[in-house]
């Protein structure tokens, strides 16, 4: 047995453990980051680490990290042995490490505001929380220093829940400022939660950007074996570096393997999925290239999917407009939505309404009077579909045609998070009916578009035999 520290004078050997397990620990003179082989009661041993336990768990079960990397329970009751085989007090902070500068690379701001990105898990809870800053980044995936001289910030220390009008302003300021040093590129870490959020509203208070701005997360935290962070960030700095695009993106895992990144519009994406780690899609058209860590076979790490986008050109000048109405929401219609919703809106002086209406846009007729009521009052109310894909076709049925006799204005097929962000961020300049019309409907980057490409909507549904045959032609 390896160790080098005698067990009585280890530092929280118990951590976190009482009970059952705890016992069982004493017994045998093992503790917590003891290296250990644990058999059970049908043979089986586990070689690993074993870990504090969190405060709110049970005190039924032993916490160990395989070394293969993942996380285990073992029941105390089925516990018939454990082995210590090494000690090693864990070290969980990965130290800052200074970015070396080479001039002969292109020079990429990265932004931090928090995440999964940006994370460690929290033995004593057993929660994911914000601990890396933008520094100790680099220190994790020190392949950056090989794409672009990597200047760190820290804007918040936040998941993308928290993210917030006062956060998008400091950002958007913040992007101004680092393109007006004149670099070439600036990622933004940022949780996934809210991700498509920020990269909409960046999207309307920073335009004409001269320079990629790529917004960046991970779905799983760093400590995993799984996690998508480090190849996320890698394929985000290189898109910053030196992509043609000079647009906001998202960059997120493509496929769920680590083949590609897509980079999505920040008007256009969407959070599909909870926890798989290519849960951003782009709604309604077509995301804008993809990013892979090593080069084509025509020596590019891009493959562009269309020819509709803003080219990089450092010449170019941005608008930086950072306002934001926060009397502004969201109602998702179902069926027997009341009124009084409503109307409380527009009795606590709420200036802006987004409905995610159903089909082609539509609500209930009791909502008719309490509609109305809003907009004489002068709240903005405009028409979202929660289908996600096609558009608000208003002229079609009698009840669109009611709702755009009342005022309603109908959106197209912007997305209603979207639809939410750009709405604050106009009704943040103005409150002007006409003016707000005219801003809502022209378009600006891309959030509503002429039509939906042809292939652009496609769900495979599993158990049918089409998407059976197509997985296991196409599964390796």
Not at 183 to 206: N, R
Not at 250 to 272: E, I, Q
Request: proline share 6%; net charge neutral.
């Amino acid at each position: 047995m390896s160790n080098s520290i005698p067990f009585n004078e280890r530092a929280d050997r118990f951590q976190g453990y009482r009970g059952p397990v705890k016992e069982i620990l004493e017994k045998h003179q093992i503790g917590v980051w003891s290296e250990v082989d644990v058999t059970n009661d049908r043979g089986s041993v586990f070689a690993g680490v074993i870990l504090p336990r969190s405060e709110t768990f049970d005190d039924l079960h032993l916490v160990v990290k395989l070394f293969n990397g993942y996380n285990i329970g073992i029941a105390a009751e089925r516990i018939v042995s454990i082995r210590e085989t090494g000690y090693k007090k864990a070290v969980y902070k990965i130290p800052e490490k200074e970015f070396p500068f080479d001039p002969q690379k292109k020079n990429v701001t990265l932004l931090g505001t928090g995440g999964t990105i940006a994370s460690r898990l929290d033995y004593r809870t057993g929660a994911v929380i914000p601990a890396f800053t933008p520094g100790e980044l680099y220190g994790a995936v020190p392949e950056l220093a090989d794409i672009a001289n990597l200047t760190t910030k820290k804007l918040f220390g936040v998941f993308s829940e928290n993210m917030g009008p006062e956060q998008y302003k400091v950002l958007a300021v913040s992007i101004g400022k680092e393109i007006a040093k004149g670099v070439d590129g600036i990622v933004v870490g940022h949780g996934t939660d809210t991700m498509s959020h920020t990269g909409a509203i960046l999207s309307f208070m920073v335009q004409n950007s001269p320079v990629p701005i790529v917004v960046v997360g991970s779905q799983r935290s760093s400590d995993r074996p799984s996690s998508d962070a480090a190849l996320n960030l890698i394929n985000a700095v290189r898109t910053a570096a030196e992509c043609d695009i000079a647009e906001v993106m998202l960059c997120m895992f493509g496929p769920t393997s680590d083949n590609y990144d897509l980079l999505h519009r920040g008007t256009r994406c969407r959070k599909m999925h909870s926890s798989y780690r290519s849960t951003f899609r782009t709604i309604g058209d077509t995301p804008l290239g993809t990013v892979i860590r090593y080069p084509n076979d025509d020596g590019s790490h891009f493959k562009y999917l269309t020819d509709d986008f803003l080219r990089r050109d450092k010449t170019r000048v941005p608008v930086i407009n950072p306002v934001f109405e926060e009397k502004v929401t969201i109602l998702y219609y179902y069926p027997g939505f009341k009124p009084d919703i409503i109307e409380g809106l527009t009795d606590m002086g709420y200036r802006g309404i987004v409905i995610a209406g159903t089909g082609l846009g539509h609500v209930n007729k009791p909502l008719y009077p309490a509609i109305k009521r809003a907009i004489q009052k002068g709240v903005t109310v405009v028409m979202t579909v929660q289908t996600l894909w096609g558009f608000t076709q208003m002229y079609v049925y009698d009840t669109g045609r009611d709702l755009l006799d009342l005022g309603i204005i109908p959106l197209d097929n912007m997305l209603p998070e979207t639809a939410y962000m750009k709405l604050a961020w106009v009704l943040g300049q103005t409150d002007d009916r006409r003016q707000i019309h005219t801003m809502m409907t022209t378009p600006i980057n891309h959030e509503t578009t002429p039509r939906e490409p042809h292939n652009g909507y496609l769900i495979l549904q599993g158990g049918l035999p089409e998407v059976d045959a197509f997985v296991q032609k196409h599964w390796k």
